[in-house]
């Protein structure tokens, strides 16, 4: 059996570090560089890096941020924001990435989802999927619908269909965010990422709404996903990764330990 990862998540917005309630009223609240120098040590599994507003205000990531995290850690490392072109990925991997991931870019040009596979392979590709509840209709049948730049824009695509397409295309893995579920602390979105789950063979990171260790807990074993990203319980303190890794696994998931 393969062990469940705790991956914590730097939104970074201006090179700052920022956290908000359902992708708004956001607030920077510290140093994304030693932020992460500060999980690793403490056992992080991955570490995932968002440029937030990338994508809406139109440019490239901030590469100095990447590379001055790059630096800092030794565990995969995963980058997403404002890349829309394989030129992109490859700066994003050449600035120390282990992975890139797309999302807006990749609803406007599937391409890209393949296009980065054949040249970096399907493990360097993670599509990020942001989803929010909507009515059930022809059109969004599974009643959780895509949205891009940064929570702005409906796209009318239905998640379950966009999550299989990526995958058709050559994703390596997905993490699917809970636009509803983000930064309240109320718990991951269980029915869609088990619902994702289901409908995909490769690995679906829980993103959006983790507020203690039973919430990861209940993503792993009653959603079946293979990895939990979690932001604002470990930035403002009220857990270590450590904590978080001892109260899973004392349920029996298999974890990976470091110390």
Not at 122 to 150: N, T, Y
Request: net charge negative.
């Amino acid at each position: 059996m393969l062990s469940k990862r705790i991956i914590p998540c730097l939104d970074v917005r201006n090179g700052k570090l920022t956290k908000g309630v359902k992708f708004k009223d956001n607030v920077d609240i510290g140093d994304p560089v030693e932020t992460a120098r500060h999980y690793y040590e403490q056992g992080a599994d991955e570490i995932v890096f968002y440029d937030i507003t990338a994508s809406s205000e139109g440019r490239g990531i901030f590469l100095d941020v990447v590379e001055r995290v790059a630096s800092q850690i030794f565990i995969p490392f995963s980058v997403g924001g404002g890349i829309s072109s394989v030129a992109d990925m490859r700066a994003v991997l050449v600035a120390g990435a282990e992975k890139v991931s797309v999302n807006s870019g990749a609803v406007k040009n599937p391409d890209i989802i393949s296009e980065g596979a054949a040249a970096f392979g399907s493990q360097c590709v993670v599509l990020g999927m942001d989803v929010k509840r909507v009515p059930k209709s022809e059109a969004i049948p599974s009643g959780f619908e895509v949205v891009v730049h940064g929570g702005r824009k409906f796209t009318g695509m239905d998640a379950l269909e966009w999550a299989k397409t990526g995958e058709a295309l050559g994703a390596g893995e997905i993490c699917l965010n809970s636009i509803d579920a983000d930064g309240t602390k109320d718990g991951y979105d269980l029915e869609l990422t088990r619902l994702v789950c289901k409908s995909v063979r490769i690995p679906v990171i829980a993103s959006g709404g983790a507020g203690n260790p039973q919430h990861m807990a209940d993503a792993f074993t009653k959603a079946k996903a293979s990895a939990a990203l979690i932001a604002s319980i470990v930035h403002y303190g009220e857990y270590t990764i450590r904590q978080i890794k001892d109260e899973i696994s004392s349920q029996g998931v298999q974890m990976r330990m470091v110390w």
